[in-house]
């Protein structure tokens, strides 16, 4: 099937510092997503976005995160400054939308923050 | 807001066995019912959908019907094998204009013992 590409597959950081976990979505997709899983629990929502522009945010998606898709690159989740509790399996996933369509996940990366 | 919930948090199973995961949903429109199975290590992976009443979705001997009286989604497999041990996730996606998104349960741990 379509597949989503996540880079890096494991990031690890100290607390307080920046990192940008990088997604690059189906070709033709219109609409990206970011999740979030703790180790053992379930898949949360963060935000998804589309033309542009933030569409819907979760409460996980604190102020230090941000996302941005420049120039139809990679979709990008940045987390300034990072938290011990931002240490997750973070999944990119994307759609085409233009009707009830599929989302394809990525293979995720995971984030250690120390 | 859209919700689905999936009754078992955890489901086990010997091989050859009849496996039922229940799955409700609600939602104010007419979404498109999703299944999607994750493997330890790996992102969620599209199973099977289905968009509309009375519609059976299927893949790989699972299947499910969309059933907008009872609004359930139940996952039905005739004889589980020991591969079929993962996390499945029932989603429903909905749009609007200029949206989408999707909304996931907390996931069924299945573990098929040999």
């Known amino acids: 099937g379509p597949k989503v590409l996540q880079i890096p597959s494991h990031q690890i950081i100290d607390m307080g510092q920046m990192v940008t976990l990088n997604c690059d979505p189906v070709?033709?997709?219109?609409?990206f997503y970011w999740y979030k899983q703790i180790l053992g629990q379930q898949m949360e929502f963060l935000v998804n976005f589309y033309n542009g522009k933030v569409m819907e945010k979760s409460k996980l998606f604190k102020d230090q995160f941000s996302v941005e898709r420049p120039d139809g690159s990679y979709f990008t989740l940045k987390i300034q400054p990072t938290a011990l509790e931002d240490s997750a399996v973070y999944f990119c996933?994307?759609?085409?939308?233009?009707?009830?369509?599929?989302?394809?996940f990525g293979a995720g990366t995971r984030l250690s923050v120390l | 807001g859209d919700s689905v919930t999936q009754t078992e948090g955890q489901v086990a199973l010997s091989e050859e066995d009849f496996l039922t995961i229940h799955c409700n949903y609600s939602a104010s429109g007419y979404p498109a019912l999703f299944w999607y199975v994750q493997y330890p290590g790996e992102g969620p992976q599209f199973l099977f959908r289905?968009?509309?009443?009375?519609e059976k979705g299927s893949s790989r001997g699972f299947e499910a019907t969309y059933d907008k009286g009872t609004t359930s989604f139940h996952l039905r497999k005739a004889s589980v094998q020991e591969s079929d041990s993962a996390v499945y996730y029932c989603?429903?996606?909905?749009?609007?204009?200029?949206?989408?998104?999707?909304?996931f349960g907390k996931g069924t741990s299945l573990t098929v013992i040999p």
């Open positions: 289905a968009s509309r009443d009375k």
């Open positions: 996933a994307s759609s085409l939308g233009g009707g009830q369509n599929t989302l394809y």
């Open positions: 070709s033709n997709h219109l609409y």
């Open positions: 989603a429903l996606g909905e749009r609007g204009p200029g949206y989408q998104n999707f909304y």
